[in-house]
């Protein structure tokens, strides 16, 4: 997003862990076709509202949850996922060590005698 707006590169980049198709779009055709396509300009203004809460949702647990609550619920919502992202990209993501996520998963596996991943 900061790239299309700004023309700009990102300091942030993607990183696939797994095969998936990839769409590369020209951004002035799609800037052109967002002035001229009135359901085009409403999908784009509603993906930017839901990034938008995502990351205020983000932000709001990075500093009101602590690591085991956030690791809990990325549990809940993202089972599957969570069994197939390494161990240091989920430590980074929810802003600990990988030496604290470890510490985080055998507390929890303890405590409910299940596998914590």
């Not at 990102?10 to 799609?30: G, K, N, P």
Request: aromatic share 4%; with cysteine; hydrophobic share 40%.
């Amino acid at each position: 997003m900061e790239s299309l707006l700004t023309g700009n590169p990102s300091s942030q980049y993607l990183l696939s862990m797994e095969a998936c198709d990839l769409r590369v779009l020209d951004a002035s055709e799609l800037m052109q076709r967002a002035q001229s396509d009135t359901q085009l300009q409403a999908e784009l203004h509603a993906l930017t509202q839901r990034r938008l809460i995502h990351y205020v949702n983000l932000y709001t647990s990075a500093i009101a949850d602590s690591p085991t609550q956030r690791y809990l619920a990325l549990q809940a919502t993202h089972q599957q996922q969570l069994e197939r992202i390494p161990l240091h990209i989920l430590a980074a993501y929810l802003g600990v060590s990988a030496v604290h996520l470890s510490r985080i998963r055998r507390k929890l596996k303890s405590e409910s005698g299940s596998p914590a991943r």
